[in-house]
């Protein structure tokens, strides 16, 4: 969808304004922003660009969550960052690479605006202040896969389920009033033996040890931490 309803235009433009990753941009490169951009809708387990495809875009995920991973060197799949709304998207090879580094696939219905690669580039070369927040934004993407690998450093299969449904719950989790973290999407077994790198059987029986031990509950696919 190209912004050309009026009211769409100011409400989108509204929503970058409030967001601190654009929040420093001038009305007039605001505008630049939201002229360029398209809004497009996405059904669940759709790939947004695959590993190796020509980097063309930067994507702000408006609502919905997605899954970047990439394949290694014996094909399989390694899970890199989980994504949720009001975050943007890729940061590795700004400046640099040619090619995506990653995949990416929707876990959910997502509502995604496409902007550019060039003109996100070129703003952030003009933009001290947004350059300093895209900076922050990596730091903060750094710090959470080295805490996932420490995590994961381990032979213990339920330690490794258990730190999988913790990154989970990290990442794409709402706290709740009670102190448990509830993930809002659905969380399938399968899944999560990627996150964990154990077998679905594995899995299944670690969570249900889990779920008697009072740490976690998982009801109809959805995860709750109940023990942090």
């Known amino acids: 969808m190209i912004l050309n309803n009026k009211g769409d235009y100011q409400l989108y433009r509204s929503k970058m304004k409030r967001h601190p990753e654009f929040s420093p941009l001038s009305d007039e490169d605001l505008d630049r922003v939201i002229s360029a951009m398209t809004i497009k809708t996405f059904h669940r387990g759709q790939v947004l660009f695959d590993q190796g495809d020509p980097r063309r875009n930067y994507y702000f995920l408006i609502s919905g969550v997605a899954k970047s991973f990439h394949w290694d060197e014996n094909g399989d799949e390694q899970l890199y960052l989980y994504i949720r709304s009001n975050k943007g998207f890729p940061y ?101 033996s990627k996150v ?10 670690m969570v249900q040890q889990l779920v008697a031990e009072g740490k976690v509950q998982y009801s109809r696919k959805y995860f709750k931490i ?3």
Do not use: H
């Open 196 to 205: 964990s790198g154990t077998t679905r059987e594995t899995t299944s029986l």
């Open 92 to 192: 590795i090879g700004l400046f640099e690479d040619e090619n995506y580094a990653y995949s990416v696939e929707t876990m959910t219905e997502v509502k995604i605006a496409v902007i550019p690669i060039a003109l996100y580039e070129t703003l952030l070369r003009e933009n001290p202040e947004m350059m300093v927040n895209a900076i922050r934004e990596m730091s903060s993407i750094i710090n959470t896969t080295e805490t996932q690998l420490q995590r994961m450093v381990t032979t213990s299969a339920k330690c490794r389920v258990w730190n999988a449904i913790w990154f989970l719950g990290q990442q794409i989790g709402d706290k709740q009033d009670d102190g448990t973290v509830l993930i809002p999407y659905p969380m399938t077994l399968i899944e999560l």
């Open 226 to 228: 109940l023990s942090v």
